[in-house]
């Protein structure tokens, strides 16, 4: 078991010196252990050259089938330890992933909060737009804005947020308000580099999504950098309510298309298939489900 913790680590950590101080262990150790694990199991886990290590494949393959197998494992014996009551403190470790500017905004001061909560409890979190794999990167939960889309995985919905389409006072006063979503071909959008234009600019016909024609020369990866380039006058932005909600109260952005439903999209917390669910990871989503309850915390901007 410590030579697939320690494989496992160096694995997710990239470096035998990360790895030696994560686990508390000199980098003699690190090394030992993955070479008495290469030498059980007579094949070669990473390639050595002038201090750097490069995972093979047969170290991905491994990896891939060992950290639920270990997560598992990890859950049974906490969940013992946790006892019948649920009063002994979590220990351990947990791995979330969420998109970056939802992260920051909203989800940092919850986090915070479970972590004062808990101080036996080691957080790794990861604020990151790109849709990690949960499984091959280590992670225990991920914070998704929008539809599932890996059906593997476990899921239970937070609260709800919605798009908006809006643009800066000074951008309408140029172009003029579009009053139907066909009008968005004649005016600059602002895109977004993680999900294209048909799926961005959607809106509701006859209780279906349906894309809406629109023409971009600004594209971005972040949705601040988008809100703030609507902010300049530099187009339409179709966003997340959480991104808008402050300068749609101050009116530094403005709402457009107000009577055309966009689309609507689940705040979810998602986790491997791990049973038992280990004790820690069933605190911080009851933790996420309990702050969320009351629906949106940006929408209380606007009141």
């Known amino acids: 078991m410590d030579e697939i913790e320690t494989f496992l680590a160096v694995m997710e950590l990239g470096t035998v010196t990360a790895a030696a101080a ?31 290590v490069t995972p093979t494949e047969a170290a991905v393959r491994l990896a891939e089938q060992l950290r639920p197998a270990l997560s ?39 986090l915070a909060r479970f972590a004062q909560a808990h101080p036996e409890l080691e957080l790794r979190i990861d604020f990151d737009d790109r849709a990690r794999d ?10 998704r804005i929008g539809e599932a889309r890996d059906s593997a995985l476990i899921g239970r919905t937070l609260c709800t947020d919605e798009m908006i389409a809006c643009a800066s006072p000074d951008y309408l006063a140029r172009h003029g308000q579009p009053a139907a979503p066909a009008d968005l071909a004649g ?15 959607q809106f509701e016909t006859d209780g279906k999504l349906a894309s809406t024609p629109a023409r971009s020369r600004l594209t971005l990866n972040n949705g601040e950098a988008m809100r703030d380039f609507a ?8 966003l997340p309510g959480f991104i808008v909600a402050e300068p749609l109260a101050a009116g530094t952005l403005q709402p457009v298309l107000q009577g055309h439903a966009t689309r ?22 009851d933790h996420l489900a309990h702050e969320l309850a009351g629906g949106r915390p940006w929408a209380k901007l606007a009141d």
């Open 187 to 201: 005016h600059q959008v602002l895109s977004y580099i993680h999900l294209p234009d048909v799926q961005l600019w």
């Open 134 to 143: 949960l499984i091959r990167d280590g992670f225990d939960l991920a914070i």
């Open 72 to 110: 598992a494992l990890t859950a049974a014996t906490e969940s013992a330890s946790w006892g019948m009551d649920g009063t002994a403190q979590l220990r351990g470790r947990l791995s979330i992933t969420a998109p970056m500017t939802f992260g920051t905004l909203f989800l940092s001061p919850i």
């Open 22 to 52: 994560h686990l508390n262990l000199s980098k003699s150790v690190i090394s030992k252990r993955v070479s008495d694990l290469e030498r059980a199991l007579q094949a070669a886990l990473f390639l050595r050259n002038a201090g750097r």
């Open 231 to 238: 902010l300049a006058g530099l187009g339409l932005a179709m």
């Open 264 to 285: 609507k999209m689940p705040v979810l917390a998602l986790w491997p298939p791990i049973s038992p669910m280990p004790a820690k990871l069933r605190a911080l989503v």
